[in-house]
């Protein structure tokens, strides 16, 4: 059973910048895409950003060019750097890994936009 478990949610201020770490029990990186999803009060969880196995990126509209996910397969983590944050951006914040078969859910992180 692969675990996952993010860090890095907090308070802050629009325009403001958080960075989210999802530590994975195993390195799964070969196996498995890898995902961030968030879900804000009242709303369907949605995709933020996506790294496939061989490293493509793909972003919802809603954060190009504000977010960016990357990973660190020597420390089994996957990240979500948050720029320019906006109120909307408020919710909980979930890793993802996919196989195509099998999903793994990590246990979310919240994250709050605020002034």
């Known amino acids: 059973q692969v675990q996952l478990v993010e860090s890095g949610g907090g308070l802050v201020q629009p325009g403001g910048s958080l960075k989210l770490s999802c530590v994975c029990s195993?390195?799964?990186?070969?196996?498995?895409?890898m995902g961030w999803y968030r879900q804000a009060p009242g709303k369907q969880r949605e995709l933020v950003a996506r790294i496939s196995i061989g490293g493509s990126t793909n972003y919802a509209d809603s954060v190009k060019g504000r977010f960016g996910i990357s990973r660190d397969s020597a420390k089994n983590a996957l990240y979500l750097q948050m720029d320019i944050l906006k109120l909307e951006d408020t919710a909980v914040y979930y890793c993802?890994?996919?196989?195509?078969?099998?999903?793994?859910w990590g246990q979310g992180t919240q994250v709050i936009v605020s002034t």
């Open positions: 195993e390195n799964i990186f070969s196996f498995y895409s």
């Open positions: 993802n890994a996919w196989n195509g078969a099998i999903y793994y």
